[in-house]
């Protein structure tokens, strides 16, 4: 039942990276494949009706993360504090750029909230990025399951480690860029005209650097944490995670190739989500991991509520589940198809 | 120095307070107004006639407006719970989770995949599903305020919980937490307080209009529907639902009841101050004009019932600030009846068909829109103040349960964040509905091509 709920939360923040990671990605590629007001405001009717549903599955996140694991929550919300809060600001800024940007026909107006949106995109796509690394490399957690970080320390893995050192800002890096690679492949299959051609040759030069970058995150990876790939190996998840991830590469690339858009951006979402569940398989059962003492980490059976929460969410939450996925359907599909500069960007979408 | 000044809980609390305060007027105008957006709707789809068309597409661009701002300073409160009140989360998340869990997969789903679509998404729907959008929203929003309700309910009357064995409460019984009585008495009390800020905003709009001469058809619509409703808000506000809340305040946080009346010695035939300072030094209410036995009837139903007084408890179960607790209870009151006297005044002008010339009372409905928010924003700081010095009433201090790990440094800076973006925020907010009233319904373009000029 832990390991059941340590999947589902898991799951629940991957679908949030798969699905706002496109908008981060369609933020910070937002200058480079869009260059006139037009082509922006296609952008962000790409982004669609939707970009707040897509922000749920963050703030769902941190309910079901309350309801199963609350020492957890507790712990690591007060440790990253303004980290933390640096996200929070950037999605408040990131919304409203999406909310009040096209609500005045006006260059100088539009240009501005442009700005907060590539801005906000970008620093979101590093702070993800720098958490998702926090997580693997651990946190100067004490006996008593606290921990407050500094920014950056010495830059250095172990010990008294800030948010920021090599290994973080190297994910960090190598989040901005897979984000942005698909990001781009979600606006290749979503729009038309030139904001399409730019947002196709995008991809594919962002897709090959993340081959590189992929192979230095994994070595580093084996670097700060030996123990994972050991870990990994007896995993079945990691196995399942690595063969989603294997077969949706071959479909991106298939898809890049022969020009097939929704192919390439199945296998896009396919790969985020296959490679970030390899990595909260081979995490399980450590939820936080102290880089004081291997013994102080935070596992899923320590921070986990009783037994009654989670036979209770057990019941609600896969109904909540078919719900959410059933409205996000239908106006999907009112919304399907390309989005275009003479159709679509009078109004905001 | 204070000593207020140096204690972290207290940081803590005027951020949560500051960030909870101002992001709570953004959505007690979208709880309200979204059952104006459904009616019109509908009544638009039943007689096909295009003015509650254009009425819903004015009041859209204001809801989305409502709406984004809502959105945006409510995912900083969730996420409060964790960085800034990890001892409490540590406590009572095993409980208070479940709700906070289900709030974001039950309510904020359904909300968020309409919302662009009821702003938005006329033409690509259609009027049938564009109704059922409508729909949704309000009710998403509506569910989203039981479930954030029951989770303050919790925190003032704690019922279907259990101790576990590490001194954390986990859940014992969901139903017995979901139905506990204080979550449905404050649910009915606080969304028709959200319905009276909706049910003001509306006819000022519309009053503004009459006053200027403007979108007559539009204008009689919202000053309608909204005087009328703000009636039958305004006077369930009160009765039953504002009584039933005092019975159960007095029921089970007596000491609170006392505090919120400034009563520092008990007795029967206890009185309601219409009048009077509290003096916590010396232990009575200054200047005070008292309707004898008011209080003991209106609590506890017979004039001759026994009313507590604060000191027969000891001063530190007392709520920390009795004299806030004791000016916003009243203010709260006093605002609630003046509602109910000029909304049955406004109403009975419409219905002798002289609202549209009685040009002060338009003066009046125009700028009565604010006192809402201050009434509803009166009634939280009631009941949050009330709970005091308790984080979950009777368990659970507020000194117990702020993050040990987060400096006072680092909150303040956190604090001054928020007010400073906040601030810039309003501004925005207030600038571009501002632009939308004055731009105002397009009800000057020809039916059926409404939707073109939409921009």
């Known amino acids: 039942m832990i390991a059941t709920w340590y999947g589902i939360v898991s799951f629940m923040l991957i679908v949030y990276v798969a699905l706002d990671g496109r908008n981060f990605g369609a933020g910070m590629l937002h200058w480079l494949v869009a260059r006139t007001p037009e082509e922006r405001r296609q952008v962000v009717a790409a982004i669609g009706p939707l970009w707040s549903w897509h922000e749920v599955w963050l703030v769902g996140f941190g309910g079901t993360l309350v309801a199963v694991f609350p020492r957890l929550m507790a712990s690591a919300f007060a440790g990253y504090y303004l980290a933390l809060f640096l996200i929070l600001w950037c999605l408040l800024l990131r919304g409203i750029s999406l909310e009040v940007g096209g609500h005045i026909n006006d260059r100088l107006w539009q240009g501005f909230w442009d700005f907060v949106f590539v801005f906000s995109s970008f620093l979101l796509a590093i702070l993800f990025g720098a958490a998702a690394g926090n997580l693997v490399r651990g946190v100067p957690l004490d006996a008593q399951g606290n921990f407050s970080m500094a920014f950056f320390t010495n830059f250095s893995v172990s010990g008294h480690v800030g948010l920021l050192d090599w290994y973080t800002v190297s994910v960090a890096l190598f989040a901005v860029v897979i984000l942005a690679a698909h990001g781009a492949s979600y606006l290749t299959l979503k729009t038309e005209g030139p904001v399409h051609e730019r947002s196709a040759m995008w991809a594919k030069y962002l897709w090959v650097a993340v081959v590189p970058l992929f192979l230095a995150i994994s070595v580093e990876s084996w670097v700060v944490r030996p123990d994972l790939p050991g870990r990994a190996i007896h995993d079945p998840v990691c196995w399942l995670g690595l063969l989603v991830a294997i077969v949706s590469a071959i479909l991106l690339i298939s898809g890049l190739l022969t020009h097939r858009e929704a192919r390439a951006f199945l296998g896009s979402n396919g790969l985020l989500v296959g490679l970030l569940a390899t990595g909260a398989g081979a995490l399980f059962p450590v939820m936080l991991y102290s880089t004081l003492a291997p013994e102080n980490s935070l596992t899923a059976y320590a921070v986990v509520a009783n037994p009654r929460a989670l036979y209770l969410a057990s019941i609600w939450w896969p109904v909540a589940f078919v719900l959410a996925t059933t409205y996000f359907v239908f106006i999907s599909l009112r919304y399907a198809g390309k989005v275009s500069v003479k159709r679509d960007t009078q109004a905001f979408y | ?455």
């Not at chain 2, 609170?256 to 009575?284: D, H, S, W, Y």
């Open chain 2, 1 to 455: 120095m204070n000593s207020n000044l140096v204690d972290p809980a207290f940081w803590s609390r005027l951020q949560f307070g500051f960030t909870l305060t101002y992001h709570y007027l953004f959505p007690q105008l979208t709880m309200g107004l979204a059952w104006f957006l459904v009616y019109w709707k509908w009544r638009a789809l039943r007689t096909g006639d295009e003015k509650y068309n254009q009425a819903v597409r004015f009041w859209a661009k204001i809801f989305g407006l409502n709406f984004a701002v809502g959105v945006v300073t409510g995912i900083p409160m969730e996420f409060q719970f964790g960085t800034n009140w990890a001892d409490f989360t540590r406590y009572a998340g095993g409980v208070i989770g479940q709700t906070l869990a289900m709030e974001g997969m039950f309510a904020f789903f359904l909300e968020s995949a309409f919302v662009g679509a009821l702003i938005w998404g006329e033409k690509r729907l259609g009027p049938r599903y564009h109704f059922l959008a409508a729909l949704g929203v309000a009710l998403g929003s509506w569910l989203s305020a039981y479930f954030i309700l029951v989770t303050n309910a919790f925190m003032q009357h704690p019922v279907g919980f259990q101790i576990e064995a590490n001194g954390s409460l986990g859940i014992a019984s969901l139903r017995t937490y979901l139905l506990n009585p204080w979550g449905w008495v404050q649910f009915f009390h606080n969304q028709m307080a959200a319905l009276v800020t909706g049910s003001f905003v509306v006819p000022a709009v519309g009053a503004f209009y009459t006053l200027r001469g403007r979108h007559p058809i539009q204008a009689r619509l919202y000053l309608r529907a909204g005087t009328l409703t703000a009636l039958v808000a305004s006077v369930l506000v009160a009765f039953p639902s504002g009584d039933q809340q005092a019975k159960m305040v007095g029921r089970h946080q007596p000491v609170t009841l006392a505090a919120m009346e400034g009563k520092f010695v008990g007795g029967p035939m206890a009185g309601v101050a219409v009048i009077g300072q509290p003096n916590i030094a010396e232990r009575r209410l200054e200047n005070s004009i008292e309707v004898p036995g008011a209080l003991s009837f209106l609590a506890y139903g017979t004039f001759q019932s026994y009313v507590h007084g604060l000191e027969e408890y000891p001063e530190d179960t007392w709520p920390d600030n009795i004299e806030l607790l004791y000016y916003s209870f009243h203010l709260m009151i006093t605002l609630g009846s003046i509602f109910i006297l000029l909304m049955a005044y406004a109403s009975f002008q419409i219905w002798r068909g002289r609202l549209a010339s009685s040009t002060w009372l338009l003066w009046v409905l125009m700028l009565a829109f604010p006192f809402p928010y201050i009434a509803n924003t009166l009634g939280w700081l009631t009941a949050e103040l009330g709970r005091q010095p308790w984080l979950v009433y009777g368990l659970f201090h507020t000194r117990d349960g702020y993050s040990k790990v987060v400096s006072n440094g680092d909150t303040i800076f956190t604090l001054i964040g928020f007010v400073g973006l906040y601030f810039v925020l309003g501004l925005l907010f207030l600038f571009l509905v501002g632009r939308e009233i004055a731009h105002g319904p397009d009800d000057e373009v020809v039916a059926g091509r409404g939707q073109e000029s939409f921009v």
